[in-house]
């Protein structure tokens, strides 16, 4: 199978595929995991970093985060706090936020100098020069530059982090506010360090299967075209092949949740109030964190489609465990921020390792089918899906017009809740997606989103007639409590 990967997911893999090969035996035995990832940085010299024994150290502390551990040694277990920082591989981002580069001319009119409110520029023998003790990085010399000598660099996860819970310490070492932190794992995919990682549970999840406990997989609908040429059909086949009971398709709670919440949609619209839509768990911790005001008014109040089908099959299979395969990491702290009805959640990748773990190759697994949602809940996985799928149910049903906003990314989420806080949102639904592209595009996929969508599209044509209300029909959720 090929993967969409960089060296430092590259490492990462390595230590899971290890830890998922040890745990598929039995036991893992975390001085052998580490001795492997000791083995991954030889003593010829370093690779990435400055010694081997930095980058064996980092290596150390991605095991500890395979394992369901913190990164640090020191720090206190927190499982809520999904995205963490690896200390000892933040240390290669240019530190100082405004630079003078070697473009710089030192002028006649030296605009840098004039422009700078706080007198922290200068002009040295070679170039402008910058006194940080001074400097306030407020970019008036780069903007004024005309050579366009001067640079505004932001560290990538601070430039990615749609609410602001980057900082670093007085060591220059990123820093991770949990107050404000939504787990969206933007912060992940942009470090180009592999610097800040994610807490797993494939641990655990593998000595589930390894005991032969009943354990039910559901996926995300995003899993389509992640795995070369598998098919869904086959993909699910590879996941039972892992030991699980069955494997079984979010897309039937996502049709659930679609219909109920065009249905919610209309009581909204009565109050003349606009409804966000439940789908992304990161966006719902925005709301919930950053605009209390919308969550409690403007937030649909059903669950997630990944909470809706685990509620399902746990009033119907209440012994069964429930896991989540998906490529989000907020729904890894959806799953543990209190007791819910999914035990566990891991990403496409963690998935990925377990698959090679055990030499299961999906594309030449037999295609199975157990379960038939409509392409609306399959669609849920790309941005602008959500609002999709509510407003053909409100076709289907005959409840009216519904007009809509898609918020594609997670600073869009934020601009498009500010607006709805200061009464100038002008839509009846607003759709956040804080990965742009949505769900295809999250934090641990395995192919590029656009490969991947163009495989779902082509998969799932056979299945274009099939209406939500024949999937909901077809999959009751009357009895199951959908409701946050």
């Given amino acids: 199978m090929a993967m969409n990967t960089n060296d430092a997911r590259q490492f990462k893999f390595a230590v899971l595929t290890e830890i998922c090969k040890q745990a598929f035996r039995g036991k893992v035995e975390e001085d052998k995991v580490q001795a492997l990832a000791r083995d991954l940085v030889t003593l010829g010299g370093p690779r990435y970093r400055c010694c081997v024994y930095k980058e064996r150290e980092i290596l150390r502390q991605r095991v500890r985060l395979s394992l369901g551990q913190m990164a640090s040694d020191v720090a206190e277990y927190n499982p809520k706090q999904i995205v963490q920082v690896i200390d000892a591989a933040c240390d290669g981002c240019t530190i100082k936020k405004i630079r003078v580069t070697d473009n710089c001319r030192k002028c006649m009119t030296k605009s840098c100098l004039g422009a700078c409110n706080f007198k922290a520029m200068s002009m040295g023998t070679d170039r402008a020069q910058i006194d940080y003790d001074r400097c306030k990085e407020c970019g008036a010399c780069a903007r004024a530059c005309p050579y366009n000598a001067i640079v ?208 299961i190759i999906p594309q030449e697994c037999e295609t199975i089918e157990n379960d038939n949602p409509s392409n609306y809940g399959r669609n849920f996985a790309a941005s602008g899906g959500v609002a999709n799928a509510v407003i053909e149910v409100a076709k289907e049903k005959e409840l009216g017009e519904v007009s809509h906003i898609l918020a594609n990314g997670g600073k869009e989420c934020k601009l498009q809740l500010q607006l709805m806080k200061q009464g100038k949102f002008t839509a009846d639904i607003l759709e956040g997606m804080c990965c742009i592209g949505g769900c295809l595009a999250g934090p641990a996929i395995i192919e590029p989103a656009n490969k991947a969508k163009a495989r779902m599209m082509k998969e799932n044509i056979t299945n274009q007639n099939r209406t939500v209300l024949e999937a909901v029909k077809e999959n009751s959720f009357e009895e199951v409590d959908l409701e946050v």
Wanted: proline fraction near 5%; charge should be negative; charged fraction near 25%.
């Fill in 152 to 359: 505004v660099t932001e560290r990538p996860c601070y430039s990615h982090c749609p609410v602001d819970a980057i900082s670093w310490d007085e060591n220059d070492i990123a820093v991770i506010d949990e107050d404000k932190c939504i787990n969206c794992g933007q912060c992940v995919d942009a470090c180009p360090f592999g610097a800040i990682e994610d807490m797993s549970w494939v641990y655990p999840v593998v000595d589930i299967l390894q005991k032969g406990k009943p354990c039910y997989a559901i996926v995300a609908p995003s899993i389509q075209g992640q795995y070369e040429n598998a098919n869904l059909g086959q993909i699910k086949a590879a996941i039972k092949l892992l030991g699980f009971t069955d494997c079984l398709e979010v897309a039937i709670g996502a049709d659930a949740v679609a219909y109920y919440e065009a249905q919610e949609l209309v009581e909204h619209k009565e109050k003349g109030l606009p409804m966000t839509t439940s789908c992304c768990s990161a966006f719902v911790n925005m709301q919930k964190v950053h605009f209390p005001e919308q969550y409690k008014e403007n937030k649909s109040t059903l669950v997630t489609p990944m909470m809706a089908l685990a509620r399902k099959l746990k009033k119907e299979h209440s012994d069964h465990y429930v896991v989540f395969i998906g490529p989000c990491l907020a729904k890894k702290y959806e799953a543990m921020v209190k007791k819910t009805a999914v035990d566990y959640v891991i990403t496409f990748e963690e998935l990925y390792a377990m698959f090679l773990a055990k030499n």
